[in-house]
């Protein structure tokens, strides 16, 4: 996922919010599909993958729909902490970022 954080306001949130709701239908997807493969393999090292992929994937999801509210809200792109504006950067790399990273360092010790 690639942003063009240089345009600005609507135009630059309007691409976020489509490159999100992309990267939710695809994570959707792969969720369907981890759902309906049979996990019954008698394999204990496949089910701890499989475990961990739909956790993987569910956090991705939970991640995107809170990023896709906060542009609803109108409260995407500042810290959920501190609110000061994340900087166009950490969202171009990470555009659920809900901190700074002087929050996300706090938040996570």
Do not use: W
Request: aromatic share 2%.
């Amino acid at each position: 996922m690639s942003l063009q954080i240089e345009r600005p306001g609507q135009d630059r949130l309007s691409t976020v919010r489509s490159l999100l709701s992309e990267e939710f239908a695809v994570q959707t997807a792969r969720l369907k599909d981890l759902t309906e493969i049979n996990a019954d393999t008698g394999d204990p090292a496949q089910a701890h993958d499989r475990a961990a992929m739909l956790a993987a994937t569910r956090q991705s999801l939970d991640q995107i729909t809170s990023a896709l509210r906060r542009i609803a809200e109108g409260t995407y792109g500042s810290c959920d902490r501190c609110s000061t504006p994340i900087p166009a950067e950490r969202l171009e790399v990470l555009p659920h970022a809900r901190f700074c990273v002087p929050c996300q360092q706090k938040q996570h010790g």
